[in-house]
């Protein structure tokens, strides 16, 4: 069971907590133009990695906000949470974000370019 550590409301039970699967996904824009494998892989592909990875948590029974955190997988030690829509500062999450293979992905480079 995890400990976790809510911006706002400080340690709670993982219980409160749901899930929201990986950080960190662009959407592309209506302006990017995909190819049904690219898209396909926007749409159903995730990264799950044996180690470090970045994840969305929400606070569903506490104060409902999105929050991210940067977790082990395998051990679930948590080395950092941190805002949505700002990136990890911590070495471990750094290094979760730059491995995760969607920063190569076709949707990403695209709707970075925009
Ligand atoms: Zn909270």
Same mark, same amino acid.
């Given at each position: 069971? %995890?400990?976790?550590?809510?911006?706002?409301? !400080?340690?709670?039970? /993982?219980?409160? +907590?749901?899930?929201? &699967?990986?950080?960190?996904?662009?959407?592309?824009?209506?302006?990017?133009?995909?190819?049904?494998?690219?898209?396909?892989?926007? %749409?159903?592909?995730?990264?799950?990695?044996? !180690?470090?990875?970045? /994840?969305?948590? +929400?606070?569903?029974? &506490?104060?409902?906000?999105w929050f991210n955190i940067?977790?082990?997988?395998?051990?679930n030690e948590i080395f950092?949470?941190?805002?949505?829509?700002?990136?990890?500062?911590?070495?471990?999450?750094?290094?979760?974000?730059?491995?995760?293979?969607?920063?190569?992905?076709?949707?990403?480079?695209k709707s970075l370019k925009?």
């Amino acid at each position: 069971m %995890l400990n976790i550590k809510c911006p706002n409301c !400080g340690y709670r039970d /993982e219980s409160e +907590f749901s899930c929201g &699967g990986e950080a960190h996904i662009i959407r592309p824009g209506y302006e990017v133009v995909l190819s049904d494998k690219d898209w396909a892989e926007y %749409l159903f592909m995730r990264h799950n990695p044996k !180690g470090n990875f970045t /994840e969305r948590w +929400f606070h569903a029974h &506490g104060c409902r906000k999105w929050f991210n955190i940067v977790r082990n997988t395998v051990t679930n030690e948590i080395f950092e949470i941190y805002p949505t829509g700002s990136l990890p500062k911590s070495i471990e999450g750094k290094n979760a974000y730059k491995s995760n293979w969607r920063r190569l992905s076709e949707a990403e480079i695209k709707s970075l370019k925009k």
